[in-house]
């Protein structure tokens, strides 16, 4: 079991996610939100802002680079997603707890793996928070369910 005073702070402008464990910066991560910037419209595809919580974690038995659809691990069988987009490694879905982000987990925004590492610390998401596939297991691993996590520009 986790503290209870693990938190996430992520900073739009800086393009920069912090885990915290009783006001002590544990870990920092680069990442990438939305290219299409901030806002908390259904089909916006931008990167809503305010107070959140892990509301379920996805992928912790599986591979590193497992890629997901609809949260499901794709087989080697399965052909990829026509995304570029691509949901990999783990997956953190973020629930809004504020009235105007209150959408966000029916718009399916979590802090994800990605195949475009070579993006991470620029804009380029598509409203989700991108991380480098081997900083999204590492983090994975030092949250809970309910852990808070605050976005803001």
Known sequence: MQSPRTSIDISI???????????????????????????TQEGSFKTPTGNFRI??????DLPHGTIFRSRVALGPEDPLPSTEDLVMSRILWLDGLDDHNANTRDRFIYIHGTKHEDKIGTPASHGCIRMRNTDVVELFELVDETTPVVIRE
Request: glycine residues 16%; hydrophobic residues 25%; proline residues 3%.
């Open 13 to 39: 402008r800086d393009q920069q996610l912090t885990l915290t464990q009783d006001g002590e910066t544990v870990r920092s991560y680069p990442i990438s939100t939305s290219r299409f910037g901030i806002g």
């Open 55 to 60: 509301a379920q974690k996805i992928g912790g």
